[in-house]
């Protein structure tokens, strides 16, 4: 694999100008202004910010609830850091140059800095590659490997890069290309992100093997490598196209949860996360749930993607800064800038998705279906999924793209309702509108005389390794069928389409006649400590949660 196999083979000029750091704009970062993230008065809330162009691969340190660090890659030499103190507007602080502060060495390929405070001392960590003053970098021979600066206070002035744990047989920095003797696993390549834990401070890290794959050490016991995920590591889906990337951590309500990207810049590039009660235990081993997906026209071709994010939080609400790569004209890659979008979270920890909203309606026989989005502003974008892609189905997708309407993308923040025209005579006056939160994956409307053809349910991963089971309990005699869905059939799936019919007994019950879903969950097999969730249910909805307690 190359040095940074999600991006194409690239000399150093040619890899600048794709990270929009080549121009003026983005090359002068110490006289830029700084930077201001301004609000519609239409606002919802949960708008996606522009805030800083050519920017890409964001890290957010957060000193407190009043000031903040940004850092991203640049212009693949140096490092722009700036300074907030309320997320929205960003002031340029300084420009880290590795080259300027090491008398030795000249670094380049300058990627993915993570910021933290570790044992009292402000760290920078990135991705780069080294070579004595005035060689030639990037460097035959050599590989990207991942550097560590220190600064003794907030002015962030940060000194001469080290490699970590070098001479040692510990997870480490490679300057050369290959793997070290112990394993590629203990070979620190790029992306590298720190966390400090109650049990010590730990470093995620992704190195290359048949692939990019994410491992972790906790450095208070620095032997001990935890295999997180990646192709040489565990089976992966095509679309993650054999890359793993990009970790960062943070913990809410006793949650820890890990995200990472995945897939070719220019193909799949998305983002997912996992879940889990402990660090150890954010592995591929637990459900892995997709946060955003990239975007494509009607004709197919890409035309934006999002990735390599940071989380932090200020006065309990939550952001997510990540970039953004822009196809335009569609299909061809133009540039990469941050942005920044509130994180919503649902009962169960889960988070709502960057880009999708799941529309479901109920059915009307004979009837075929169109939606409008209704923006913030008043305007509509109608049909933005007309008839010839809606059809007589009942439930569709929306991942920010109205194939319908030119292609328009509209962003979830954006819309303030959702309308579904119905017709049973290619005549399209009636419709169904209902009022959208800007940030909730799943919208339902009702139609009138209609019925739900089926159910979506979702359910909370209770353990690692669980097994689950579905139970319904029968409007008309108040009976439950248990197992409905039996574990041979959903075994460790965290959602199911309950169409009508209970497969382990082989009983028909239709959707109107189940007053109650109910979840169990169970270990190896132990269903006589199995742990149950339920939730009632109207008849008519077609999206039931469920939280097992």
Known sequence: MRSRPSWPSLSLFALSALLGCSGEEDSRHDSEPGLQVAESPLASGWERTLVVPGMADPEVYKENDDLFFLTGTGNSVTLPIYETNDLTTFRFKLEYNPSVADPVYDYCLIWAPDLNKINGAYVLTFSGQRVPNGAACPASGQDVTTFRASAPDLNLRFGVPQPINPNTTLPRSNISAGCVKEGCNRTIRIDSATYNDPSGSWLYYVWFDRGNNISAINTAAPATVYNVTGPAIAAVPAHEEGINEAPEIFKRNGIYYLLFSHGWFNSQYAMSYIMADSLPQLTRARAVRRLSQPMRNAAGQLVQTHGHNAIVDRRGEYFNFFH?????????????????????????????????????????????????????????????????????????????????????????????????????????????????????????????????????????????????????????????????????????????????????????????????????????????????GATSYDGKGMHVPVVIP
């Open 324 to 532: 953004q790569g822009a196809f335009q004209p569609a299909g061809t890659f133009t540039s990469r800038s941050t942005y920044k979008q509130r994180v919503a979270f649902k009962p169960d920890g889960t988070m709502h998705s960057l880009n999708q909203i799941n529309v479901r309606w109920n059915r009307k026989a004979g009837y075929s279906y169109s939606l409008d989005l209704v923006l913030r502003d008043g305007s509509v974008v109608g049909p933005c999924l007309d008839v010839n892609r809606l059809g007589t189905g009942n439930k569709v997708t929306f991942d920010g793209v109205c194939l319908s309407a030119n292609s328009r993308m509209v962003n979830k923040g954006d819309i303030a309702a959702l309308r579904i025209f119905y017709s049973n005579n290619n005549v399209w006056g009636p419709s169904v509108e209902t009022p959208y939160d800007g940030f909730s994956d799943d919208v339902f409307l009702s139609l009138p005389s209609g019925v739900a053809p089926f159910v979506d349910l979702t359910w909370n991963e209770k353990q690692t390794g669980a097994q689950y089971s579905i139970d319904v309990q029968r409007r008309d005699t108040g009976a439950w069928i248990g197992p409905c869905i039996g574990v041979n059939s959903v075994n460790r799936a965290l959602a199911w389409t309950y169409g009508g019919r209970c497969d382990t007994p082989g009983i028909d019950v239709a959707p109107s006649n189940i007053s109650t879903f109910r979840i169990c969950s169970a270990v190896n097999g132990d269903w006589a400590r199995a742990t149950c």
